[in-house]
């Protein structure tokens, strides 16, 4: 893990850009490793605990087919065996693999596939998500954007 090249370690963020099909998540860590990158990122959630069941989709979503946010966010769910899928073909290639997970509940299952742990800086206050990292013994990557010292500590 954390094998640098030179002084910069790269992460490239797939997030949720795959659409749920395991090709285009393929062809994602095939382009991030033909790039240089160090590191792959996904994101993974659940969209029952991600979002209200009557939030509405965003209005700057193009394309969008899906009058809930919830129901957006189901299309592009990754499982646990894509998740494999694509952890197996970044060891095969040899590039890092990392997951931002938005679940407490994702972590230990998600801890035997990922490289490390990536927290969004929107959950730095997420405790139980911090909690359950910590458990792993996995290193966790925290972004900071917007958060205060005071959040960067409790953290």
């Known amino acids: 893990m954390f094998k640098f090249k030179g002084n910069v370690y790269v992460i490239a963020e797939v997030g949720s850009n795959h659409a749920g099909k395991i090709a285009n998540c393929i062809k994602a860590v095939r382009a991030a490793k033909n790039s240089g990158a160090n590191c792959v990122k996904f994101q993974l959630y659940d969209e029952k605990t991600i979002a209200h069941p009557k939030l509405l989709t965003l209005n700057y979503?193009?394309?969008?087919?899906?009058?809930?946010?919830?129901?957006?966010?189901?299309?592009?769910?990754?499982?646990?065996?894509?998740?494999?899928?694509?952890?197996?073909?970044?060891?095969?290639?040899?590039?890092?693999?990392?997951?931002?997970?938005?679940?407490?509940?994702?972590?230990?299952?998600?801890?035997?596939?990922?490289?490390?742990?990536?927290?969004?800086?929107?959950?730095?206050?997420?405790?139980p998500l911090l909690k359950e990292i910590k458990k792993t013994g996995k290193k966790c990557v925290i972004s900071s954007g917007m958060c205060t010292y005071k959040d960067i500590s409790r953290a």
């Open 61 to 127: 979503i193009k394309n969008n087919k899906f009058k809930f946010q919830r129901d957006r966010f189901k299309s592009l769910k990754l499982n646990f065996q894509k998740i494999e899928k694509i952890y197996l073909y970044c060891k095969k290639i040899k590039i890092d693999f990392c997951v931002t997970p938005f679940d407490h509940n994702l972590v230990s299952q998600l801890s035997k596939y990922v490289d490390f742990f990536k927290v969004a800086s929107g959950d730095i206050n997420y405790l």
